[in-house]
């Protein structure tokens, strides 16, 4: 079946530093594959995507490149800021092998705290 | 565009009473989905609709669960005689889609407790 693993948190970063969530996949098939984004007190929020080997999605200074030889879509920002800080999920939509699978499968999720 | 929506937000009950959720998809979304995240996990499917049918549910989903989206549109989740395991975050969202794997929108979210 399809899992995804993401490194375990809480990770904590000084404002401006570099941070690198990693994120990699099982699929049976040639899944697509997001980041989501949850602040406190709010709903999941879609951050950026990616549908095919070495495409990179990015949104808000967030980046990740779907590597097919590794199975991996690690998340980065070159400078992190107070407002970053939230928990962030990683996770793939996968046709599967048993035609329409559209469900989606998260990682347990990394909380990011960002201090000032 | 006002997003997804979900209501109640929050809802209390005691042990082996019935509870139902509602979820507004945004609008021109012909996808809607249901899943749970209770703490410390990411969200776990439980069902997804497209329009009206009822195209997959999970085995997480036990025959206490049912759910509805009648004319494809809004969409309700009913748990009878709640349990204490029950105890979660419920999580609607919706998507566009003929075919491509394109990107779920989620609502806020209702968190249930069972006392």
């Known amino acids: 079946g399809n899992s995804v693993t993401q490194m375990e948190g809480p990770v904590t970063l000084s404002e401006e530093a570099f941070l690198t969530i990693n994120c990699t996949y099982t699929a049976t098939g040639y899944p697509s594959l997001f980041w989501y984004v949850q602040y406190p007190g709010e709903g999941l929020q879609l951050l950026l995507k990616a549908t095919k080997a070495d495409d990179k999605g990015s949104n808000k200074g967030f980046e990740a490149t779907y590597r097919k030889e590794t199975t991996s879509f690690h998340l980065e920002k070159g400078s992190v800021q107070v407002s970053d800080s939230a928990v962030y999920f990683c996770?793939?939509?996968?046709w599967g092998s048993g035609g329409s699978n559209y469900k989606l499968t998260f990682g347990k999720g990394t909380l990011l705290t960002v201090n000032p | 565009d006002t997003g997804v929506s979900q209501d109640p937000r929050h809802k209390i009950t005691k042990r082996g009473q019935n509870v139902t959720f509602r979820c507004d998809p945004i609008s021109e979304h012909n996808r809607l989905y249901w899943y749970r995240q209770t703490l410390g996990q990411g969200p776990e499917f439980l069902t997804y609709f497209q329009n009206e049918a009822q195209l997959e549910k999970s085995r997480l989903l036990s025959d206490r669960f049912s759910a509805e989206r009648p004319k494809g549109s809004f969409s309700t989740l009913e748990i009878q005689r709640t349990e204490q395991g029950d105890s979660a975050m419920y999580l609607c969202a919706s998507s566009w889609g003929q075919g491509s794997l394109e990107a779920q929108y989620f609502g806020p979210g209702t968190r249930l407790l069972v006392l």
């Open positions: 996770a793939l939509s996968d």
